[in-house]
């Protein structure tokens, strides 16, 4: 092997090493609200713990709002301050269900539109109740 292909090997073997570290610097930071406390946020605790957002390119903050926190504190749960977050009033991904979130807008002219991505939930647990006139979800519109 020549002077030259050894030092390519050398230079190819630094820079992948190295390779981790410079993906690292690159992690996209990304703030997500868990909405509360509950048994289904722990795939996203446990998704956090073992590194599935770094390796995907991100830097995920994950947090509880403080309503969420006293919420939680009612039913005799504690939460660590460091997880309750106060400043940050529209993270770009907030993690609850869908049906609450549309119940909430409907209701609320003052609620925060939201986009829902994907749900957890098969069915819809609400019920529309209507003039006579309506008789499709087509109807609905307007």
């Not at 690292?24 to 073992?50: C, H, M, Q, T, W």
């Not at 947090?63 to 106060?86: D, I, M």
């Not at 749900?119 to 209507?130: G, K």
Request: hydrophobic fraction near 50%; avoid cysteine; charge should be positive.
């Amino acid at each position: 092997m020549s002077v030259w292909s050894r030092l390519v090997a050398a230079v190819a073997v630094s820079w992948l090493s190295l390779q981790p570290v410079a993906a690292a610097d690159r992690l996209i930071p990304l703030e997500v609200a868990l909405g509360d406390v509950s048994l289904n946020k722990v795939p996203f605790l446990i998704a956090a713990d073992a590194g599935i957002h770094a390796r995907n390119g991100l830097a995920v903050r994950q947090f509880l709002t403080p309503a969420a926190a006293a919420a939680a504190s009612n039913s005799g749960v504690v939460v660590p301050r460091q997880y309750v977050r106060g400043d940050v009033a529209n993270p770009p991904i907030g993690i609850g269900g869908g049906t609450p979130m549309v119940y909430r807008v409907s209701t609320d002219a003052a609620a925060v539109h939201r986009v829902a991505l994907l749900t957890t939930e098969s069915i819809i647990r609400n019920t529309i109740i209507t003039t006579k006139d309506v008789t499709r979800v087509e109807d609905l519109n307007g």
